[in-house]
């Protein structure tokens, strides 16, 4: 089969890589000047730092097959995601754990009596919690709400935790030990020479061209078989139904002589300051030296026509545009959606590969046994 595949991220790079393997010729476009999509990692011209183009990516996962993959195409270092939080003129460590607690309230609390003292400042009195915010009342009470979701949900989401529904939040976010590893999965690092040499090593197959800084259009399809498109799905229709609704984010880059804020993340949960969180990228790869560091502000905002899909908003009234596009996309021919923009959802790296492997999978059975290639083969709704 001759395949086309739009976008050049995580995505379509493995689906292109697994089908090559099976002999098929895949052609891919890509709008951006460079491969890797939102992963894109690229040296920082003035300190020589590996930069996270896109904000700060952190591998992890316990899906033991989509480790064994990524570290056939790259050597991983060790790498543990410590993040913390500037609130009220002290550092704290996160995600909220027993240092946390014992900090924040002036304590020396032991974990069965910090659960105790937790439980005390909840509010009982919600039952079932319908949003965000009665969810975290709920969990951690008003002070600790307050302090480290408050503020940073508002700036991230841009609006009211009181209209963002309780299922954001879905366990208990406090940890009664010492634990400040963000991540809970067994496998976790950081590719020694970045994400773009990654997927580079997954595309570099004799059956696999990509063309960069070209824009999809409907016409491309005509010579092709079949099309996976990794692009927003409400583009392919022309946003016929209105734009599906995203976040955006934008850096604000900075230079420093030395080591700036001594970690890769510091998040700024408070209102009244306007960014969410500083990543220092030299942070991201310890096992190497620089003398200068490059820092990133991030700020949040509502995302324009001319700006880049970061985080898909998916409440009530883009879930209902949502379905119209899937129904769209179910009787279009010829083509399949893919990645967090085909499909609108917000997908860790290891789920994106995950995904792709068994779409590839997926697809050659369907070859195989002669049926019809489906729009998706995960359900976006
Ligand atoms: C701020 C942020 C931080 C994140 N941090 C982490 C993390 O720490 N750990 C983790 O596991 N995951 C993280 N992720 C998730 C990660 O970015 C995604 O899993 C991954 O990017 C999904 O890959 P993809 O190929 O589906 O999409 P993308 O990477 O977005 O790739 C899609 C590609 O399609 C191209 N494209 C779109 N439209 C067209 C068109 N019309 N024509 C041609 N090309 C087109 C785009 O330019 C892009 O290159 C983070 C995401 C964000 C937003």
Not at 198 to 205: K, Q, R
Request: glycine fraction near 8%; charge should be negative.
């Amino acid at each position: 089969m001759n395949i086309l595949m739009v976008g050049a991220g995580f995505s379509c790079a493995v689906v292109a890589r697994e089908l090559a393997n099976a002999g098929h010729k895949i052609s891919i476009v890509e709008q951006r000047p460079h491969i890797a999509g939102n992963c894109h990692t690229e040296r920082d011209g003035e300190t020589g730092v590996m930069v996270h183009v896109y904000g700060p990516h952190i591998f992890h996962t316990d899906d033991v097959e989509v480790w064994e993959y990524v570290n056939r195409f790259s050597t991983f270092k060790p790498y543990v995601n410590r993040v913390k939080s500037t609130v009220g003129g002290s550092v704290f460590s996160l995600p909220i754990n027993l240092h946390t607690i014992n900090q924040f309230f002036g304590k020396t609390l032991r974990p069965d009596e910090a659960k105790a003292f937790i439980q005390a400042q909840a509010d009982t009195s919600i039952e079932n919690p319908r949003t965000f915010e009665e969810q975290a009342l709920k969990f951690v009470g008003a002070d600790l709400y307050e302090a480290f979701f408050k503020g940073y949900t508002k700036k991230q989401w841009g609006c009211e935790p009181s209209e963002l529904p309780a299922s954001i939040l879905k366990r208990l976010p406090v940890r009664f030990n010492y634990n400040d590893n963000y991540f809970f999965h067994r496998f976790q690092g950081m590719p020694e020479h970045g994400y773009t040499a990654l997927i580079e090593g997954i595309l570099d197959h004799e059956n696999i061209s990509v063309r960069l800084n070209t824009a999809f259009e409907r016409g491309m399809m005509s010579t092709f078989d079949h099309t996976f498109y990794s692009g927003p799905l409400d583009g392919y229709f022309g946003y016929s139904e209105g734009r599906l609704g995203y976040r955006t984010l934008d850096f604000e880059r900075f230079i420093y002589d030395g080591d700036y804020q001594g970690c890769a993340v510091m998040n700024y949960g408070e209102e009244r300051v306007p960014y969410t969180r500083i990543t220092e990228h030299k942070h991201f790869s310890p096992w190497e030296e620089h003398e200068g560091s490059v820092c990133y502000r991030e700020y949040s905002r509502a995302c324009g026509v001319d700006d880049i899909p970061y985080y898909p908003i998916r409440l009530v009234e883009e879930k209902a545009m949502l379905s119209r596009y899937v129904e769209l996309a179910e009787s279009a021919e010829g083509v399949t959606f893919v990645g967090r923009l085909g499909t609108y959802r917000y997908l860790d790296m290891d789920v994106t590969i995950r995904e792709a492997l068994d779409t590839a999978r997926d697809y050659l059975r369907a070859l195989r046994e002669n049926t019809r290639v489906p729009a998706f083969f995960v359900n976006p709704i």
